[in-house]
Structures are given as C-alpha cells and as structure tokens.
C-alpha cells in the first residue's frame, strides 16, 4: 500500500495539527496549510519525528490565488494525487446579532465556507487521481443546532454541511467520498479571545477529534457524518 497524501487546511495547530500527526503515524505524506508559517515548520518537524513525510504550504482559504498557489505546492510535493483533503481550516466568535457587522459575518462565511469551497475546488483533479479519495470537512455541533450569538458561526457551518451533503452526489461518479465530521466542544485556541465562560477541561482533546477525522479516511462508502461528542 502506498503511503496516503494528504492536506489539511489549518493545520498549524489544534484540531488540524493532531489530524496531521495521526496520520503522520501510518507514515503519511502531510501537507499542512495555514497563514502562520512558523507553526506549520513546528508541525512539520512533528510529522517527521512522528514517521510522516510534511510540508508546510502557507495558504490564506480567503485568497484564491494563495489557494492556488499552495494546492500547486502540496501536489509537487506528492508526485500529483491527493487522496484526502481535510477542510478544517476555521475561525469561531460569539457575536449576539444586534452586534454582528458586516465585517464579522463576512470572515466567518469567507473562512468557514467559502474557503472550503476554494481548496475543494482546487485541489479536485488531484483527488481525482488519488487512491479512494476523500473530502473530509469539520463541521460543528454548530451545524445542526443554534447557539445563542452564533447566527454566522451556525450558518458557516450549517452552510459546510450543506455543501458536503450536494458536493457528495455531485462527486459520487468520480469516487470521491465527502464525510463531514461534526466535534463538539474540543480544547484549543480558538476559545482563546472569545469571550465567555468555557470549561475547557470538560471538552474533547484534539486527539480524540483527531482519531475520528482518521477513521473518516479509512472508514466504508457508506459513512458519511461522524459526530464527536466530548464525554458527558
Ligand atoms: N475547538 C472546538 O471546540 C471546535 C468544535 C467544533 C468544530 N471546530 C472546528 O474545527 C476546526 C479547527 O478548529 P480548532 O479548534 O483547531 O481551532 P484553532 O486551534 O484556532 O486552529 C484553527 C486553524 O485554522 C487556521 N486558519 C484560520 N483562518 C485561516 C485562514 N484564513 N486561512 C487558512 N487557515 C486559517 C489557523 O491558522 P492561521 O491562523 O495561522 O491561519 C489554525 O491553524 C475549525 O473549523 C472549527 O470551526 C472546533
């Protein structure tokens, strides 16, 4: 079996960094992507020491041309396939909607949705050739129910498992599976500037989040929503 070629968009740290080691372990090709260069080096080293081969592949999911760029990167790294894109690059905040600018709701949209919308479209040819390739996107709980000052973050990621659910009949001929995970409260830095009033010791470990975006991966045709929940 060949190594597995894979990109994970926020890949710097959180959610997105464990994902990349968990695969690293198998002995993975890792391309991990982000804005903040210096952590994407950190991870690489960490895929390397882990058994993986990495690259570092800056990318903002908002510039499509710094999308371009960067899938252009991750498949002259791979020799050409991708054989699983994770979508998982996000930004969350609290906002009640009598606050929420224009400014506010356009980020998370552009970062959450339409930034899976670029890397999926241009990493497509790449999948195509890859070996039973899959899209796996990281959703939310938030995608399947509100929360009170999360009107953009819930129609980010409703919208994200809107696109899963069309985007797997669109792709079902080509054999490109879309899974679409949802985790719930996971401990990282995302809750670092938002405010409120986080238990953060109760919430899933990034590893346990990674565990499931893995066996996404590995898992039949016909698994297509993984929830993970954090422990009662
Ligand atoms: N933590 C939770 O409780 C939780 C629960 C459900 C779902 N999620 C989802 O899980 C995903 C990962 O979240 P996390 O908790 O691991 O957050 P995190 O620790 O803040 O990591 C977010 C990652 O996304 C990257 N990112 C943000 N904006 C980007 C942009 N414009 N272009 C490229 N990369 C960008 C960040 O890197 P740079 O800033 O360097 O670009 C970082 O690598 C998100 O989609 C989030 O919505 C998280």
Do not use: D, E, V
């Given at each position: 079996m060949t190594a597995k070629r894979v990109l994970i968009t926020?890949?710097?740290?959180?959610i997105g960094r464990a994902a990349a080691l968990r695969f690293a372990r198998e002995g993975a090709h890792v391309v991990v992507a982000a804005r903040t260069s210096g952590e994407l080096d950190e991870v690489v080293a960490e895929i390397e020491a882990a058994g993986g081969k990495g690259l570092a592949a800056q990318m903002n999911v908002t510039d499509l041309g710094s999308v371009e760029a960067a899938v252009w990167r991750a498949t002259e790294f791979t020799g050409g396939p991708i054989d699983v894109l994770v979508n998982n690059a996000g930004v969350f905040d609290v906002i009640p909607f009598e606050k929420m600018g224009h400014k506010a709701w356009s980020k998370m949209i552009d970062v959450n949705l339409t930034g899976a919308y670029y890397v999926t479209q241009e990493s497509l040819n790449a999948l195509e050739e890859g070996e039973r390739p899959v899209i796996i996107n990281v959703a939310s709980g938030a995608a399947k129910r509100g929360f009170p000052g999360n009107t953009a973050y819930c129609a980010s990621k409703y919208g994200l498992k809107g696109f899963g659910d069309a985007l797997r009949l669109d792709l079902a001929e080509k054999g490109v599976r879309v899974v679409t995970v949802y985790p719930g409260g996971t401990d990282t830095t995302i809750f670092d500037d938002v405010e409120g009033d986080w238990d953060r010791a109760s919430m899933n470990t990034v590893e346990e989040v990674a565990e499931v975006i893995f066996g996404a991966a590995a898992a039949g045709d016909e698994v297509t929503d993984l929830d993970v929940a954090p422990p009662a």
């Open positions: 926020g890949g710097g740290r959180g």
